[in-house]
């Protein structure tokens, strides 16, 4: 199969010199036989041709597969899905999203469907999925690979993602919610760098512009919390590709990282996290309208670490959960699903 570059896929170029404009394996509408073809439905793309030869696919860390599951009726009405970081916060989604729906008694116990595994939690209410992915790049990756495919297997169309979860914020007070415009590396180049065979696979890290404006609009109608739209920076680690000065090393000081939070808000980031690069290359390539909203626990020019109150913090991080439901809500309504 002829190497098609996927800065070509994305119909953008980054400026990067030739040598570095490195390859990737994706033929641009390339579709492995989705029965919805052809419908005015968006199905979820897989883009591996050798998932058409297995006789069973394994999601290994979701516990789940397509001989021992049967994944379109278990999953085949989602519309949305939802992933953050951490277990306890999706399960409490979840159980948030239910009650705003009434479909379910929020105090009703909701089963963790990945129980036969510690890595992932995931919980389901109506055409909600709620899912955990860990921190950092690597965790969320391998999540989204598995989700993707169960998305696909369960022939799930028309869905939307959303991440949702907490940041370091730029120049913004505490508690304002940042919906990605687009995410950024270190250098503040909207890319998504990975090592694929041993060459350097560039991918575009585009979000849904009109997914970001119909949460905004959200947000100044419920008017509860600011919200803004702005580019996301992904960093590889929380301490020194933060510019942190607290970590276990440091070899910089105070103004040398002061100087590049100012840079970084020069170039129009906001807020700092580490997953929203991969999170977005990927559900681009499977033709997922997605957006990533997260809440700034604080102001990185101002600080480092977090001084508030246990129950501020617990506060702030349920922003992006209100947020969020009310846009799951108000588009269920709208669509005459509730």
Same mark, same amino acid.
């Given at each position: 199969m002829?190497?098609?570059? %996927?800065i ?9 010199a030739p040598s570095?404009? =490195?390859?990737?394996y994706?033929p641009? =509408?390339? %579709?492995l ?5 052809g419908?005015? @439905?968006?199905?979820v ?7 058409? #030869? ?5 999601l290994?860390?979701?516990? &789940? /597969? ?12 989602v519309?949305?899905?939802c992933?953050?970081? @951490? ?5 409490s ?10 479909? *379910?008694? +929020?105090?009703? *116990?909701?089963?963790?469907i990945?129980? /036969? #595994?510690?890595?992932?939690?995931? $919980?389901?209410v109506? +055409? ?7 921190m ?9 690979h598995?989700?993707?495919?169960? &998305?696909?297997?369960?022939h ?10 907490t ?8 508690g #304002?919610?940042?919906? =990605? ?8 180049? +909207?890319?998504f760098?990975q ?8 991918r575009?890290t585009?979000?849904d512009t009109? !997914? ?9 109608? !419920? ?16 301490? *020194? ?6 970590g276990?090393?440091?070899? $910089? =000081? ?5 100087? $590049?939070?100012?840079?970084? $808000? ?14 977005a290359?990927?559900?681009k &390539?499977?033709g ?5 909203v997260?809440?700034?626990? &604080? ?12 129950q501020?913090l ?6 992006p959960?209100?947020l ?8 269920l309504?709208?669509?005459g699903?509730?």
């Amino acid at each position: 199969m002829k190497a098609i570059s %996927d800065i070509r896929h994305s119909k953008l170029r980054f400026g990067l010199a030739p040598s570095l404009q =490195t390859t990737d394996y994706y033929p641009d =509408t390339m %579709d492995l036989g989705h029965e919805n073809q052809g419908s005015s @439905s968006c199905p979820v793309y897989v883009h591996n041709p050798h998932l058409k #030869t297995m006789k069973e696919d394994v999601l290994y860390h979701f516990n &789940l /597969g397509t001989s021992t599951h049967n994944l379109p009726a278990l999953f085949g009405d989602v519309k949305f899905v939802c992933v953050g970081g @951490s277990p306890w916060r999706m399960k409490s989604f979840i159980e948030y999203i239910a009650g705003e729906l009434g479909l *379910e008694d +929020p105090k009703s *116990e909701y089963p963790n469907i990945c129980a /036969g #595994t510690d890595r992932y939690a995931m $919980y389901k209410v109506g +055409p909600v999925l709620s899912v955990s992915h860990g921190m950092g790049i690597p965790s969320i990756s391998i999540m989204l690979h598995e989700l993707l495919k169960l &998305l696909h297997h369960a022939h799930c169309t028309d869905v939307t993602i959303i991440r949702i979860g907490t940041s370091g914020g730029i120049g913004l007070e505490p508690g #304002t919610i940042v919906i =990605t415009k687009q995410s950024v590396d270190a250098t503040f180049l +909207p890319k998504f760098e990975q090592v694929i065979l041993g060459k350097n696979v560039v991918r575009s890290t585009d979000l849904d512009t009109e !997914l970001a404006e119909q949460l905004l609009q959200c947000s100044n109608r !419920l008017n509860q919390f600011k919200s803004v739209i702005a580019n996301t920076m992904c960093t590889m680690d929380f301490y *020194e590709g933060q510019a942190r000065l607290d970590g276990a090393f440091c070899s $910089y =000081t105070q103004e040398d990282k002061q100087d $590049y939070l100012a840079k970084a $808000y020069a170039s129009g980031v906001r807020n700092i996290e580490m997953e929203s690069s991969v999170f977005a290359s990927m559900c681009k &390539l499977s033709g997922l309208k997605a957006a990533v909203v997260c809440v700034t626990l &604080l102001d990185r020019q101002k600080g480092d670490q977090l001084s508030g109150s246990h129950q501020v913090l617990h506060d702030l991080q349920q922003r992006p959960q209100i947020l969020v439901g009310h846009f799951i809500k108000s588009q269920l309504e709208s669509s005459g699903k509730i």
